[in-house]
């Protein structure tokens, strides 16, 4: 076995907190630092080029390619599951849609007991990570951070007449998504440099790399956390085939996202005693909610034909109009090779008295069946809608004793009655939005769900047929201040030592929005109380 030797810090997931962490806490060069990653490097051109994200999902060099476990509320389906498995993780692959969420989120995570974590608390945090390109704006945005966050460099006339229809339907206009309340209609702002991806790589991990205090791994899997009684002392991972081992004088961090985080701790023998035993693992420390409490962002993808209008099934539907498209890229880094997968976005309420907006719309001028699959041969767009604090809760749990043996995933989504009728209603407006004047000219015609769902029960079983995951699992090592959460106000497992964890996992209750920006957040903050607890 290779003995990589001490480090004060070994890190776990180079994703968007890994990267985060690494920077902050080598930035003091009496602190030695070492960041596994299982993945590969980011040196790839689909990572870079925006529309990339197309060949990354699902793509072995780059993703984990894990499923959900058949879902009952999705008809008996199973879905593709992707997690970023390269330097990077998930900003290397994901949808770079910069959202914070709503200021009521974060001050809910506080009125459950979690002190600090109000919007007060974090939006300097937020602004601490941005690189605004309006820069620094009152107190709004902040420039200078690793987080480069840009306008889109596109326009469609089909999703300007969408905007248009929203507004028409009662859904105000927005320039920015990001000041606390996100109601309104607008276009997405995006982790962009001139029409390439900003990744936490590009915007973090790289600048730090050259620090001598900074060790980074590469094809390094972690198989287990190394404990010593209730102390976590180190790690045990492959590197390149074999077998490798480092310890860690202050602390092991786990960021390996919702998924990868509980999992790792389930095979280290920490988690639900009754599943380890199951699977012949010995319990070191029994945590009952380690890996459940999942929650995930499902979007009811309805699609709609239209006439008159040029979206991307009819620009790529030829061998000239792609290299139109290319060439466009490559003159201006613009157009639909510079595309996150969703330009337009409304924040909307499902229904009458909500105190913020629990509905989320990414508006695509494409239609397909499924991910993965071509654009359908005739003119349509995609109104998809989630619902933003939904209700049903699910699993992440350790499927064998081998470490590279993928989890059970079980989201359980749509499993209330409750967020089955807000599916409901989320059609229902998406409809009430697609009849409004402005789009009259396009002559929507509805075939996703299709019309003739009604009932809020047929409504709610066409919305099984056709969501999809927006990809934004977290809870599943939730924090709190109650004897079951899985980590404290700090991050620090309880009942542990030398153990935090830094990802999606520890939100108590998911952002009303995409999640990678709350996560460089939480990043952020716990670099600051790592470095503060160290001092103690």
């Known amino acids: ?25 080598s930035e003091d060069p009496k602190t030695r630092v070492l960041l596994l990653e299982a993945g590969g490097s980011d040196r790839y051109h689909w990572v870079h080029i925006p529309v990339g994200y197309l060949y990354c999902i699902d793509n072995p060099r780059t993703d984990w390619r894990y499923r959900t476990a058949p879902e009952t509320g999705l008809n008996g389906r199973s879905l593709l599951y992707p997690r970023g498995r390269v330097l990077g993780g998930c900003s290397s692959i994901n949808g770079m849609l910069y959202l914070r ?27 601490k990570s941005e690189d605004y390109y309006g820069g620094e704006s009152s107190g709004q945005h902040g420039a200078g951070g690793g987080l480069r966050v840009e306008e889109q460099r596109l326009s469609w006339e089909i999703l300007d007449a969408w905007k248009e229809a929203a507004i028409a339907a009662g859904i105000p206009e927005t320039p920015d998504f990001n000041l606390g309340d996100n109601f309104g209609v607008g276009y997405f702002k995006v982790n962009q440099r001139k029409g390439l991806r900003w990744s936490v790589v590009r915007g973090f991990l790289r600048p ?17 956390v190394i404990v010593q009684g209730r102390r976590a002392v180190g790690v045990r991972f492959t590197h390149e085939g074999q077998l490798a081992q480092a310890q860690a004088r202050r602390e092991v961090i786990l960021s390996a996202g919702a998924i990868g985080t509980p999992h790792l701790m389930q095979l280290s023998g920490l988690g639900p005693g009754e599943l380890l035993r199951r699977h012949g693992i010995e319990v070191l420390h029994d945590i009952p909610e380690l890996g459940e409490n999942l929650q995930d962002h499902l979007q009811i993808r309805c699609a709609y034909k239209v006439h008159g209008a040029k979206p991307l099934n009819t620009m790529s539907a030829t061998l000239w109009g792609k290299a139109m498209i290319g060439l466009e890229y490559l003159a201006r880094r613009a157009g639909p090779m510079s595309m996150a997968p969703s330009q337009l976005g409304a924040f909307a309420y499902s229904s009458d008295g909500l105190a913020s907006p629990d509905l989320e719309y990414h508006v695509q ?42 989890p059970v995933i079980k989201p359980n989504y749509l499993s209330t009655e409750g967020d089955r009728l807000v599916a409901a209603r989320a059609i229902r407006l998406t409809r009430h939005i697609m009849a409004q004047a402005p789009l009259a000219r396009y002559r929507p015609e509805e075939f996703k769900p299709g019309p003739d769902f009604q009932t809020d029960v047929e409504l709610a079983k066409g919305a099984g047929d056709i969501a999809s995951t927006i990809f934004h699992p977290v809870g599943t090592a939730r924090m709190g201040t109650d004897p079951r959460a899985v980590v404290d106000a700090r991050l620090r497992v309880q009942g542990m030592d030398g153990l935090r964890v830094v990802d999606a996992s520890v939100m108590p209750r998911i952002t009303s929005g995409n999640t990678q920006a709350p996560v460089i957040m939480i990043a952020e903050k716990a670099a600051d109380m790592i470095r503060e607890d160290a001092r103690v």
């Open 101 to 127: 969420g709503q200021a009521a989120d974060y001050d809910g995570w506080r009125q459950m007991g979690n002190s600090g974590w109000g919007w007060d608390d974090v939006l300097p945090y937020f602004l």
């Open 365 to 406: 001028p494409v239609s397909l069946e499924a991910f993965g699959q071509p654009p359908h041969s005739f003119p349509a767009i995609t109104a998809s809608v989630c619902h933003l604090r939904p209700e049903s809760r699910g699993h992440v749990r350790l499927s064998t004793p081998d470490s590279r043996a993928h």
């Open 1 to 25: 076995m290779q003995d990589y030797g001490q480090f004060d810090y070994v890190i776990v997931g180079a994703g968007s907190a890994g990267c985060v962490l690494a920077n902050r806490l």
């Open 208 to 224: 730090a790399m050259a620090r001598p205090n900074l060790t980074v791994l590469t094809h390094a899997q972690s198989e287990r």
